[in-house]
């Protein structure tokens, strides 16, 4: 058995994940107050670097899912510190966890993903009609 | 050169003062290190509520522009905290500030807004073959 596998099932929580936050785009009309502290709140899990890493180990990993054992050799981070990125985007929403036997499966939630996208989506040619290129 | 990885690569525009950063759609193919680190920093920028909301005021304001006295105006908060969040998103290369006179105008930048999102994009039906959801 690969026990850092193991130790990896124990340290996650199982709490559900939180609601994307989802909103008209950015530049459609001025983002309400509450809206912006959701959206922020999700952006703040992928804006990093282990966790942006992660998600496109997951991503593109054979079946669109990865056992964290996988993801701990691709980086160079302790296994405490990956089980704590996945925790966030699993809490975020935008990661799903499946446990089979002693291994936790993690697999990306491409609506999540496309909804931050939309969010940000600004229309060709510029801001409504004028270029700031 | 690896024509193809070029090609994939969502260029954005150089003119900012900090290029945004620019890296293949997550779900493609596994991210680099130096491609997270520098994608990580432009979505830090956005992963602020207030700074959400001074992008989205900017884009939706008449001619996709603003002085930072409209700006002000529309949050609750002090003026030099509004000057900072923006000076952070011209810095990330999502807004350009241009003075006239005695204002400066902030202007979104489509493109660079547009290069976060395609990044994030993922592939209608789920990530590769398989669906999360």
Redesign the interface.
């Known amino acids: 058995m690969d026990v850092r596998c193991h130790a990896e099932r124990v340290v996650l929580p199982t709490s559900p994940p939180e609601t994307v936050a989802c909103c008209a785009p ?6 309400g ?1 509450a809206d ?2 959701a ?2 709140r999700t ?2 899990a ?8 992660l ?6 990993h054979d ?3 990865a056992c964290v054992c996988d993801l701990v050799d ?1 980086l160079d981070l302790s296994q405490p510190t990956v089980s704590h990125h996945l925790r966030v985007l699993v809490e975020a929403g935008l ?2 966890r499946e446990k089979r036997g002693v291994w936790a499966y993690y ?5 999540a ?2 909804a ?3 969010v ?14």
Chains 1, 2 share one sequence.
């Open positions: 950015l530049v459609r009309q001025p983002l107050a912006a502290v959206l922020a952006l703040k992928v804006a990093d670097p282990a966790r942006l890493r998600l496109s180990l997951v991503a593109a079946g669109g899912e691709a990661l799903t697999a990306l939630v491409p609506a993903l496309n931050l996208a939309a940000l989506t600004a229309p060709a040619g510029g801001a409504r009609s004028r270029s700031a290129c």
